[in-house]
Structures are given as structure tokens and as C-alpha cells.
């Protein structure tokens, strides 16, 4: 799912998917994305543009059209958050959402065992914005500092859609002053 649509930083990652000749790459707007903007959180209203508000259940029906595959896979692992664990824990092998048609593959491993299977496969490392076992793209101050940090165009470019979040840095920024 994509947070922002045409970041920069996450190219190389969908080069690397599409030169596998089996692979197909579908992107798919996060449905995060849709909450963020309808609530506008980090945004300002736009009565005159309301935004849809889909949930990850529309996000996953819509990949299972267009991919005609029934199963979904996604990377949650128990060692994510006291929630994973719990919602994991209720599957079957404690991975098979039977009812869900979901997959978790990972769901006993750490991040610890996950890149040790990536380096070990010779994969490509994914980004790691910050310290925490389960660390994707969303409006946090350690993606705005790694942005910062790696990629300001693609800061300007999560600042565009949440103009808002500028704060977070500035509150940072502030207060180490």
C-alpha cells in the first residue's frame, strides 16, 4: 500500500520487485491515507473536495480483484505490538486468518530474524525509519527526520498532502533548543 503516492525513496524498492519476470507490482493508496484526510488530521478541512473514506477491508477487496488471488499475505509478526500479538494469537498455527483468507507468515519471527533472512537471501533491506519493531511510512517524528535527513523531496512532498505535520518538526526541533 502506498502512504504518499510517487515518494522517491521507495523507487528502488518497487525496481527491485519488477525485475523479477513472475512478479507482478500493484500499488494500492494505504487506507490510512483516506482516514487522515476525511478526519483531516495534519490537514486543513476541504469542504469543497470531501475525501472517501476507505477501510483496509476495501483496500484489500480491491488488491483481490485486480490480482484474482484470493489470499492476502502481509508481514505482521507478534513481536510488533501488544495488538498484533493478541489478534495473531487467535489464527490458526497463529498465522491463518481462515475466515479473513489472510496470511502472516512471519508472525513468530522478530525484526532480528526478519533481516537476518533478508541479508541471508540476499534481499533488499528494507528502510528502517526508526528504532521500533514495526516502523513503516506514516506522519511520525521519526520518518520526518529521516526524510530530513535522506530524502527532503519526498518531506516536501508528505508536507504538501499534511501541511499540518511541519509541526511535529517544529515541536521537535523546539524543543531541544
Known sequence: ??????????????????????????????????????????SFPRPDKPVKL???????????????????????????????????????????NETGKKIYPLSMWNKKQVINYIELKNLIRPIEYGKKNSNGLDITIDVILWLKKNNNKDLEKLFSVFPLAKQILFEYENKRK
Not at 502512504?3 to 500493484?26: G, S
Not at 476495501?58 to 509478526?77: M, Q, S, Y
Open 54 to 96: 476507505f477501510k483496509q477491508s476495501d483496500v484489500e477487496e480491491k488488491a483481490r480483484k485486480l490480482t484474482e488471488c484470493n489470499w492476502i499475505v502481509f508481514g505482521h509478526k507478534q513481536a510488533d505490538s501488544l495488538n498484533r500479538r493478541l489478534m495473531l494469537k487467535g489464527y490458526k498455527f497463529n498465522a491463518i
Open 1 to 42: 500500500m502506498e502512504f504518499i503516492p510517487n515518494l522517491d525513496h521507495l523507487k528502488p524498492y518497487q525496481k527491485w520487485v519488477e525485475r523479477y519476470e513472475n512478479a507482478d507490482l500493484t500499488i494500492l493508496p494505504h487506507w490510512m491515507t483516506s482516514y487522515y484526510m476525511h478526519h483531516n488530521y495534519y
